[in-house]
């Protein structure tokens, strides 16, 4: 499995913003992706990106405010989370993809390995 840790998670104003980072312990996989879990709710997709062409996906509540990147000769992955909103407080966590598959995986199930999670807590 891969080892993931993210950082970058704290405590911000409605309005404003913050970056997610999720270093992985390998290179090897196909996808990574963000997840995030709020308070009584399950965990939901955020947005993922395919570690070789680039390739990305973002939930609806994550378009056009979050910006999914990858740094691959870091094994870094990042969310930069712009005009944060409270509904956007959870904890987000990092999830990564060994194996191919020909899209940007979005469900849970397709993703074989998982950070400890970071907390996000927007204030309004």
């Known amino acids: 499995q891969v080892q993931l840790v993210e950082s970058g998670g704290g405590l911000v104003q409605a309005g404003g913003s913050l970056r997610l980072s999720c270093v992985a312990s390998?290179?090897?996989?196909?996808?990574m992706g963000w997840f995030r879990q709020a308070p009584g709710k399950e965990r939901e997709f955020v947005a993922a990106?395919?570690?070789?062409?680039?390739?990305?996906w973002y939930a609806d509540s994550a378009s056009g405010r979050f910006s999914i990147s990858r740094d691959n000769a870091k094994a870094t992955m990042y969310l930069q989370m712009n005009s944060l909103k409270p509904d956007d407080t959870a904890v987000y966590y990092c999830?990564?993809?060994?194996?191919?598959?020909?899209?940007?995986?979005?469900?849970?199930?397709?993703?074989?390995?998982w950070g400890q999670g970071t907390q996000v807590t927007v204030s309004s």
């Open positions: 999830a990564a993809r060994t194996e191919y598959i020909d899209y940007v995986p979005h469900a849970l199930y397709e993703y074989d390995s």
């Open positions: 390998v290179r090897t996989f196909h996808a």
């Open positions: 990106v395919s570690w070789i062409g680039g390739s990305t």
